[in-house]
């Protein structure tokens, strides 16, 4: 069994290169991309950037904003935010801390962009499948409509997130 560890007493304080007010913790990382927590503190911020790698910014406790591209919008806990390749991306936090777990995968894949694996025999594991191993149906409902904020003034440099 390997454990990883990450959270509080596990990061490293210096954080990524360009931020401020941000430390992270690698928790995987190989070939095939990277698995990173990233803790904002009040008016953190990851400056924007580009990569070569498709990643996915998961939200896991509190709320900021991200970038993508030229649209900003406002994340919280239990948002994921797609940052494709090459494309610029940024994340910050004003008045409240966030947690994120960046899961990164590599551009380098093959070309299916899909890693080979197996079907588990039997079909279903019987945590996944339904009474009876019926498959379980998705379900109903919708998101409640988010306020629309205006981004962060970006024209003052005093108040630049990054």
Excluded: C
């Excluded at 210096?14 to 690698?26: A, I, K, T, Y």
């Excluded at 998961?58 to 649209?71: D, L, N």
Aim: charged share 20%; no cysteine.
């Amino acid at each position: 069994m390997d454990i990883r560890r990450f959270g509080i007493g596990h990061r490293r304080q210096e954080g990524l290169s360009g931020s401020r007010g941000v430390s992270d913790q690698p928790i995987h990382g190989d070939e095939h991309g990277a698995i990173t927590e990233f803790a904002f503190r009040p008016h953190g911020a990851v400056a924007p950037h580009t990569n070569p790698n498709l990643a996915y910014f998961v939200v896991i406790e509190g709320g900021g904003f991200v970038q993508v591209g030229e649209e900003v919008g406002r994340v919280a806990a239990g948002e994921a935010v797609v940052w494709p390749p090459n494309v610029v991306r940024a994340a910050w936090t004003e008045l409240t801390p966030m947690r994120a777990i960046v899961v990164e995968f590599s551009s380098e894949m093959s070309d299916s962009g899909l890693l080979e694996g197996g079907a588990i025999e039997g079909g279903r594991p019987e945590s996944v499948a339904g009474p009876g191993g019926a498959a379980p149906t998705p379900a109903e409902g919708a998101l409640a409509p988010k306020p629309i904020l205006p981004p962060p003034d970006r024209e003052s440099p005093d108040k630049e997130p990054w």
